[in-house]
Nanobody
Framework: VQLQASGGGLVQAGDSLRLSCAPS????????VGWFRQAPGKEREFVAA????????YYADSVKGRFTLSRDNAKNTVYLEMNRLKPEDTAVYYC??????????????????WGQGTLVTVSS
């Protein structure tokens, strides 16, 4: 089972996009969902995460106040609403399932079921 990210595209600086993350099949046994991104020539970096227990949400400083996580339980889908996009937000965005403890929520190696990602390009 993989978590598939979708909704990317080409937008201008200041625009908004909403990314979706949904499993490709039946899922169980994970603690939440995280979003990461990887820009060309750079390492994958944490963007945001939501934990099922308590619904707590975590954001990277670079996106705090601009990006918002939400969850639709009926659709088993997590959304990443991205507002006031900047050219530096350009990257492939991935979502994955968090299997680790709370302190690892920003650590990519604590995630499994990575999908192929969706490309977000923000032009200046």
């Amino acid at each position: 089972v993989q978590l598939q990210a979708s909704g990317g595209g080409l937008v201008q600086a200041g625009d908004s996009l909403r990314l979706s993350c949904a499993p490709s099949g039946r899922t169980f046994g994970y603690n939440g969902v995280g979003w990461f991104r990887q820009a060309p020539g750079k390492e994958r970096e944490f963007v945001a995460a939501i934990r099922w227990s308590g619904g707590y949400k975590y954001y990277a400083d670079s996106v705090k106040g601009r990006f918002t996580l939400s969850r639709d339980n009926a659709k088993n889908t997590v959304y990443l609403e991205m507002n006031r996009l900047k050219p530096e937000d350009t990257a492939v965005y991935y979502c994955a399932a968090h299997r680790g403890i709370l302190s690892t929520v920003r650590v990519a190696t604590s995630y499994v079921s990575w999908g192929q990602g969706t490309l977000v390009t923000v032009s200046s």
